[in-house]
């Protein structure tokens, strides 16, 4: 497989909402970022995966788009978005757009016109049906956030999809002029010299909503190949596919380079685990780490040498990776270091969540109305009127909700966390007087020097973007893994639990490359691992 810069980076991933504030609206934005690039130089990241920016309504924050070439007002201009990608360019950052073409908003202009009727020219744009035989919804599809994924239109008398909320109508990709227009829109960012782009649930343009077929439709890779040659083919882009439903096999098909589709996936096998099979996510389960060990090594093995993974543990849809499977009360900073250990070693492009770089945590909401996300609101909703009592429902959405991992980043310890001068759109963690940038740089045991150090190495050292993975036989609560590149190896020991644990090895240590404890390991032979201690050994 060729190599490519996007490879050999650390990707950091910007919520713009809760970001940066620079206007005091209480909404993060754009000059924002600009005013913190310097920081996320420092922290040493290679690009940036920007969540939309692109103007919407809001109804889904951001991800309803309602023009694709326009910056939304709370977040500034396309003049500051320029400037964004001057002033990150400068620092060898580059700028992923979040590419959100499974929908639009019903408020973007093709909808507006589709909904004018049947013979109008947009109307083929989105995917519209007539009722069932019994005049309800053609089928019984279901949104992600809930109810039918139907939304009835009185003036034609016809439905039209959404697999989101009803202000997110599905396009209908077998249009071939609203695929142009996306190719068109696609070399519109690409002119202005992005890096890339993050393909939101791209596995759904195929769907074939009459025979219920979701993701992997029949037609989806022929798109998706079409769209490497229309637009990001003659580039070295970043392309990486939100794949809600890949599996090793299917993910191959999306990021084999000979089949010129995307860089990578997403895959989501491992942050299924802790809920109960075969429901929703708000079912929950603690995490059993054999199974997380056994789904993350089969993805670090059965790509190898086919495909690229790449490797995360949060995003702005996930709770915060500290709180959920580490132990964010007496052990925060030791199991934020593990975790970041623990996937940064591994082989495939790291994804930074913003906030987990200085192990920021969850913050319990109490109450619904302290919710924004659409998706909790209305689930909370369907389950209250399906007899859940309140307080499981506002459990799950404490440990599911995304609006966990919205919260606003606190940059020092002064009012809002220094995010806004005004109020902010929802409330900051209340530890923010403790866990905030300013706490975290000025302390050099803190969490963030462990990503700084670990994105550090990734430049320094090729056998951790290139090297062999193999993994160590040892009791479940521990995680160790070989990279081994040109001869040389690398021993990756970490301790996923609360409990001390047993651990041995003949092999013998050069060199400590990194580790989470202040004690350094001298010896692999029968040693007992702290709680959350992890290291990784250069071996003789
Ligand atoms: C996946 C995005 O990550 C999520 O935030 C969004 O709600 C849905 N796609 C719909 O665009």
Same mark, same amino acid.
């Given at each position: 497989?060729?190599?490519?810069?996007?490879?050999?980076?650390? +990707?950091?991933?910007?919520?713009?909402?809760?970001?940066?504030?620079? %206007?005091?609206?209480?909404?993060?934005?754009?000059?924002?970022?600009?005013?913190?690039?310097?920081?996320?130089?420092?922290?040493?990241?290679?690009?940036?995966?920007?969540?939309?920016?692109?103007?919407?309504?809001?109804?889904?924050?951001?991800?309803?788009?309602?023009?694709?070439?326009?910056?939304?007002?709370?977040?500034?201009?396309?003049?500051?978005?320029?400037?964004?990608?001057?002033?990150?360019?400068?620092?060898?950052?580059?700028?992923?757009?979040?590419?959100?073409?499974?929908?639009?908003?019903?408020?973007?202009?093709?909808?507006?016109?589709? &909904?004018?009727?049947?013979?109008? !020219?947009?109307?083929?744009?989105?995917?519209?049906?007539?009722?069932?035989?019994?005049?309800? $919804?053609?089928?019984?599809?279901?949104?992600?956030?809930?109810?039918?994924?139907?939304?009835?239109?009185?003036?034609?008398?016809?439905?039209?999809?959404?697999?989101?909320?009803?202000?997110?109508?599905?396009?209908?990709?077998?249009?071939?002029?609203?695929?142009?227009?996306?190719?068109?829109?696609? %070399?519109?960012?690409?002119?202005?010299?992005? @890096?890339?782009?993050?393909?939101? +649930?791209?596995?759904?343009?195929?769907?074939?909503?009459?025979?219920?077929?979701?993701?992997?439709? !029949?037609?989806?890779?022929?798109?998706?190949?079409?769209?490497?040659?229309?637009?990001?083919?003659?580039?070295?882009?970043?392309?990486?596919?939100?794949?809600?439903?890949?599996?090793?096999?299917?993910?191959?098909?999306?990021?084999?380079?000979?089949?010129?589709?995307?860089?990578?996936?997403?895959?989501?096998?491992?942050?299924?685990?802790?809920? *109960?099979?075969?429901?929703?996510?708000?079912?929950?389960?603690?995490?059993?780490?054999?199974?997380?060990?056994?789904?993350?090594? &089969?993805?670090?093995?059965?790509?190898?040498?086919?495909?690229?993974?790449? =490797?995360?543990?949060?995003?702005?849809?996930? !709770?915060?990776?500290?709180?959920?499977?580490?132990?964010?009360?007496?052990?925060?900073?030791?199991?934020? &270091?593990?975790?970041?250990?623990?996937?940064?070693?591994?082989?495939?492009?790291?994804?930074?969540?913003?906030?987990?770089?200085?192990?920021?945590?969850?913050?319990?909401?109490?109450?619904?109305?302290?919710?924004?996300?659409?998706?909790?609101?209305?689930?909370?909703?369907?389950?209250?009127?399906? @007899?859940?009592?309140?307080?499981?429902?506002?459990?799950?959405? %404490?440990?599911?909700?995304?609006?966990?991992?919205?919260?606003?980043? $606190?940059?020092?310890?002064?009012?809002?966390?220094?995010?806004?001068?005004?109020?902010?759109?929802?409330? =900051?963690?209340?530890?923010?007087?403790?866990?905030?940038?300013?706490?975290?740089?000025?302390?050099?045991?803190?969490?963030?020097?462990?990503?700084?150090?670990?994105? *550090?190495?990734?430049?320094?050292?090729?056998?951790?973007?290139?090297?062999?993975?193999?993994?160590?036989?040892?009791?479940?609560?521990?995680?160790?893994?070989?990279?081994?590149?040109?001869?040389?190896?690398?021993?990756?020991?970490?301790?996923?639990?609360?409990?001390?644990?047993?651990?041995?090895?003949?092999?013998?240590?050069?060199?400590?490359?990194?580790?989470?404890?202040?004690?350094?390991?001298?010896?692999?032979?029968?040693?007992?691992? *702290? $709680?959350?201690?992890?290291?990784?050994?250069?071996? &003789?």
């Amino acid at each position: 497989m060729a190599k490519h810069w996007w490879q050999e980076v650390v +990707v950091y991933q910007i919520y713009p909402r809760s970001f940066k504030d620079s %206007n005091g609206d209480g909404v993060g934005d754009i000059r924002g970022i600009i005013e913190k690039l310097d920081y996320l130089e420092k922290l040493g990241i290679g690009a940036i995966w920007l969540s939309p920016v692109y103007q919407s309504p809001n109804d889904d924050n951001g991800y309803d788009i309602s023009n694709y070439r326009s910056i939304m007002d709370e977040f500034g201009s396309m003049e500051d978005m320029d400037k964004l990608i001057a002033e990150a360019d400068k620092r060898d950052i580059k700028v992923i757009m979040d590419l959100v073409v499974n929908h639009t908003s019903d408020e973007h202009q093709w909808f507006i016109e589709a &909904k004018k009727g049947k013979d109008n !020219p947009y109307r083929d744009y989105y995917i519209w049906k007539d009722p069932s035989e019994n005049g309800g $919804p053609p089928n019984d599809l279901t949104s992600m956030f809930s109810g039918s994924a139907w939304e009835f239109d009185e003036a034609s008398g016809q439905y039209y999809l959404h697999l989101f909320s009803k202000k997110q109508p599905d396009l209908n990709w077998k249009n071939e002029e609203m695929r142009q227009s996306i190719y068109d829109m696609m %070399n519109f960012w690409i002119d202005k010299g992005v @890096g890339g782009f993050r393909m939101d +649930v791209i596995d759904l343009i195929g769907k074939v909503p009459e025979e219920k077929i979701l993701t992997n439709g !029949p037609k989806l890779h022929d798109y998706l190949q079409e769209m490497h040659e229309a637009t990001f083919g003659n580039h070295d882009l970043l392309t990486v596919g939100e794949t809600m439903a890949v599996t090793p096999q299917t993910a191959k098909l999306y990021s084999n380079p000979s089949r010129k589709e995307l860089s990578m996936v997403f895959q989501f096998q491992h942050v299924g685990l802790d809920k *109960q099979k075969g429901k929703e996510k708000w079912d929950l389960k603690s995490i059993d780490i054999a199974e997380l060990k056994e789904v993350l090594v &089969k993805w670090q093995t059965e790509l190898d040498g086919q495909s690229w993974n790449s =490797l995360f543990w949060n995003n702005h849809d996930q !709770p915060r990776i500290v709180s959920r499977w580490g132990n964010d009360q007496e052990y925060r900073v030791e199991s934020a &270091k593990m975790l970041a250990i623990l996937l940064h070693m591994m082989k495939g492009t790291p994804y930074i969540y913003q906030g987990e770089e200085i192990g920021a945590t969850g913050t319990p909401f109490s109450d619904i109305s302290e919710i924004k996300d659409i998706e909790s609101i209305n689930m909370y909703h369907e389950r209250l009127a399906e @007899g859940y009592a309140k307080e499981e429902i506002i459990a799950s959405i %404490n440990a599911k909700g995304r609006d966990n991992s919205r919260r606003p980043i $606190p940059w020092n310890a002064s009012r809002n966390g220094g995010f806004t001068s005004g109020t902010p759109w929802i409330a =900051l963690n209340e530890n923010y007087k403790e866990i905030n940038v300013e706490a975290a740089l000025n302390n050099p045991n803190s969490v963030f020097y462990t990503y700084q150090k670990l994105i *550090q190495l990734r430049k320094d050292h090729p056998i951790m973007v290139w090297g062999d993975f193999e993994l160590v036989d040892t009791v479940d609560e521990v995680f160790s893994y070989y990279r081994m590149y040109n001869g040389e190896r690398w021993l990756i020991v970490t301790n996923f639990s609360n409990e001390e644990q047993f651990f041995s090895s003949k092999e013998e240590i050069e060199e400590i490359i990194i580790q989470n404890t202040s004690d350094r390991v001298t010896t692999l032979k029968d040693i007992t691992l *702290q $709680p959350w201690q992890a290291f990784v050994a250069k071996i &003789k």
